[in-house]
């Protein structure tokens, strides 16, 4: 998994491992105690971690968020609905992240109606990988097939089964934020 998959929830620890630091170690950097790093960890997994903590946290690490999790490179995909489909993705990411149920309760019914639109078996195929992943509740891998620029993800974010997840609003910043 890349780095920039485990962003909104994952960013303290993963910053931590990446460095071989334990816990303690880096309660002892940034002069707390192992408790209040743990309780970080665990705002930061809740939603509930001030962004003045996160910057603070990361520069005892010796980092910055920009330089441990950079946004997506889109040079891989040169059609700009493939940059479109990933940006979209990206935000569902986030969202199946923060709460797995409100985002997969959709996509069983998705899938079904997708089913008796699309024809050829390349297409059955594409459903039948996303609903596979779906049932096996496996989020990290879910993610990282949403968001990989490999042939086959680009291929399977056209047939995409998490219509409405997004709000209109979040479908117009990021398409915004993918054609910039």
Do not use: C
């Not at 690490?61 to 995909?77: C, I, K």
């Not at 059609?79 to 985002?103: F, G, I, S, Y």
């Not at 069983?108 to 996303?130: F, H, K, T």
């Amino acid at each position: 998994m890349t780095a920039y998959l485990v962003m909104p929830t994952e960013r303290i620890r993963t910053a931590r491992e990446r460095r071989g630091i334990g816990v303690r170690e880096l309660a002892r950097i940034a002069g707390v105690t192992p408790g209040a790093v743990t309780q970080w960890e665990k705002s930061e997994a809740q939603g509930t971690l001030r962004e003045s903590t996160l910057h603070r946290v990361l520069a005892a690490l010796g980092t910055t968020l920009e330089a441990e999790f950079p946004p997506p490179s889109y040079s891989a995909l040169d059609r700009r609905e493939d940059r479109v489909a990933l940006e979209l993705h990206r935000v569902v990411a986030a969202k199946l992240v923060m709460n797995p149920e409100a985002v997969l309760s959709v996509v069983p019914e998705n899938i079904r109606s997708m089913r008796s639109r699309v024809q050829g078996n390349a297409a059955q195929a594409v459903l039948d990988r996303w609903e596979s992943l779906v049932r096996s509740r496996q989020i990290g891998a879910l993610v990282d097939q949403m968001l990989s620029t490999d042939s086959v993800a680009v291929s399977m974010r056209q047939s995409s089964p998490f219509m409405g997840v997004l709000t209109s609003q979040e479908r117009e910043e990021a398409i915004e934020r993918a054609v910039q």
